[in-house]
């Protein structure tokens, strides 16, 4: 399985961007996808996950501005991201939760894959 993300790019304080993130591959089912960031010294943090139902988490930092969504025919994950703020600016990585399920319904150990992550640059 692979993902491939992109959207990312420089915006002014206050812009929008939206991130894209597509996984291809030999894929069984894919159950959570999220988005993650990292930011110039510091660790990597969640910023929004969303179910295979569509139901959604976010960081408190980003309640109200950005918006997860997916296309699961297309095992497609988005974050449309809003009022930006510097503090916003970091590389953006997505995440799918990648689960096989054998004959006999043996669920295998879900398996995590990553993006290349894309950069979000918000200029103040």
């Known amino acids: 399985v692979q993902l491939q993300a992109s959207g990312g790019g420089l915006v002014q304080t206050g812009g929008s961007l939206r991130l894209s993130c597509a996984a291809s591959?030999?894929?069984?089912?894919?159950?959570?996808m999220g988005w993650f960031r990292q930011a110039p010294g510091k660790e990597r943090e969640l910023v929004a996950t969303i179910t295979f139902g569509g139901s959604t988490n976010y960081v408190n930092s980003v309640k109200g501005r950005f918006t997860i969504s997916r296309d699961n025919a297309k095992n497609t994950v988005y974050l449309q991201m809003g009022s930006l703020k510097p503090e916003d600016t970091a590389v953006y990585y997505c995440?799918?939760?990648?689960?096989?399920?054998?004959?006999?319904?043996?669920?295998?150990?879900?398996?995590?894959?990553w993006g290349q992550g894309t950069l979000v640059t918000v200029s103040s």
């Open positions: 995440n799918a939760e990648h689960v096989v399920v054998l004959e006999g319904d043996y669920v295998l150990p879900p398996v995590d894959y």
């Open positions: 591959g030999s894929i069984f089912s894919i159950n959570d």
